[in-house]
């Protein structure tokens, strides 16, 4: 999204359009309440969701900006819509989603036998106001430190052609320190600001996922997408969600065939292997010469064995002799090794989206003190995301889309994910062989890395021109 992203060709009725292309009207009608002063909800949703996307990245921004200066709207309007504690923003995103698939869906391009996946992920979205309602420090696993701001956990949908985000909760961690709860001090906690809700409204409900295990919130999520018919054949996580909950849940689903793949780095837990009850680093000592995919560069070994009464297979990865063994745990136990990399990487996508969407649609950047509108300016990330998303596939992708049928099939661009994946494994792969470090090490800290990001950009935006 980045290499076409410019701000200068959305709208606010650009994003209008869009809400007229999905069809919206209906779903939005219960909103009719916030027309009390003449502002149709739409309209001020899509100027919010316009804000985003554009240099005004803020409400005050916005309005001493040219465009704004010429709207009868004032501050307050836009506000209240962020403060509002009556409106269950998590169903106005699940609405806009089901709209999406189901304009999608109609395009003779989609391939219904590609598999469809969840991912989930976290990252951190960091704050600079110690004022802001139940704010505290999150450990950072990218920078190695504590930084003030919230966890925000991310649920992602892969069609096959687009990433979707789904849902998605905001977290704290309170610590271990007993004076210091939330890494502030008490005095700090009193200054917070501090909003009277109802029990059991939308917004307390937000309020207590702050404290709740993002597990326990990763099953919810899981369950709510399985209830609300996405078709689902991959669950993606990394090695902080891989756990025995996870894996129980994911096959206590009836009806459908859905598979676990993540990464596994629990030293301690036993495998029933060969009738013995064995960690993942006796089992790899077990299993002797490793083989090697050579398309891949890897040398892997693989073991099927029961964890809590699930069959499971345990793959062991490598780049290079010096490299640390790495473990991928699946539930599928018909995959092959260059299968199960191959529906792997697509847990990419999500460290694509925390990024872009940092960058380019305000994601984490809200300083307001109520922690409604800290939910409310997150989900409004996420919508933005969503219609660049619908745009972006059909302005490059399909031949015949249901919302632009003008494009012309000689100019259309390979699929996002074939594309992404060549580039990926090209570049980081040599780099990683030469350095004899692990890739996902590596990714990190290039990301993290202003320059090397922007010379990957410029990387991806040759290959880009040279394709065309």
Not at 158 to 170: A, E, R, T
Not at 400 to 428: C, H, P, Q
């Amino acid at each position: 999204m980045k290499a076409d992203f410019t701000p200068g060709r959305v709208s606010a009725e650009d994003i209008f359009s869009r809400f007229k292309a999905l069809k919206l009207s209906e779903g939005l009608s219960e909103f009719k309440w916030f027309k009390t002063r003449g502002y149709d909800f739409k309209m001020v949703l899509a100027l919010l969701v316009s804000m985003v996307v554009s240099s005004d990245k803020t409400v005050n921004s916005y309005l001493n900006s040219p465009t704004g200066e010429g709207s009868t709207m004032g501050k307050d309007v836009f506000y209240r819509l962020k403060n509002s504690s009556i409106i269950c923003w998590r169903m106005l995103m699940w609405h806009l989603v089901h709209r999406f698939l189901t304009v999608t869906s109609k395009d003779s391009d989609v391939d219904d036998t590609s598999s469809r996946y969840l991912i989930f992920d976290d990252t951190t979205l960091s704050k600079t106001g110690k004022r802001i309602e139940k704010i505290g420090k999150v450990w950072d696993h990218v920078t190695n430190s504590y930084v003030l701001g919230f966890k925000l956990l991310v649920m992602m949908y892969w069609d096959g052609k687009s990433s979707i985000p789904l849902d998605f909760s905001l977290h704290r961690e309170k610590g271990k320190k007993q004076e210091r709860p939330f890494g502030m001090t008490k005095k700090q906690i009193r200054k917070q600001y501090s909003c009277k809700r109802i029990k059991d409204s939308y917004t307390a409900k937000r309020v207590e996922e702050l404290d709740t295990n993002k597990i326990q919130m990763v099953l919810r999520m899981f369950f709510t997408a399985i209830y609300r018919g996405l078709r689902v054949d991959y669950v993606l996580v990394d090695s902080w969600f891989t756990c025995d909950a996870l894996i129980q849940a994911i096959r206590s689903v009836k009806d459908k065939e859905v598979h676990l793949i993540g990464m596994y780095k629990f030293a301690k837990t036993k495998f029933e292997y060969q009738g013995k009850s064995l960690t993942h680093a006796q089992i790899n000592n077990m299993l002797g010469k490793p083989r090697r995919c050579r398309s891949l560069g890897y040398q892997y070994k693989q073991a099927r064995v029961l964890y809590q009464g699930v069959e499971i297979c345990l793959f062991f990865s490598r780049r290079g002799k010096n490299d640390k063994w790495k473990v991928l745990l699946t539930t599928d136990t018909k995959l092959t090794f260059k299968g199960l990399i191959g529906h792997y990487q697509v847990r990419w996508v999500v460290e694509v989206f925390n990024r872009e969407s940092k960058q380019l649609l305000n994601l984490g950047r809200c300083q307001s003190s109520n922690f409604d509108a800290q939910v409310a300016e997150t989900t409004i990330s996420m919508i933005a995301y969503l219609l660049l998303t619908l745009r972006f596939r059909y302005d490059n992708y399909e031949s015949k889309g249901a919302l632009y049928r003008s494009m012309n099939a000689d100019v259309l661009r390979e699929t996002l994910d074939r594309r992404l994946w060549g580039l990926f494994i090209e570049l980081v792969c040599s780099v990683c062989e030469v350095l004899e470090m692990d890739a996902d090490d590596l990714l990190e800290k290039m990301l993290a890395n202003p320059k090397a990001e922007s010379m990957i950009i410029a990387l991806c935006c040759s290959v880009m021109v040279k394709d065309d």
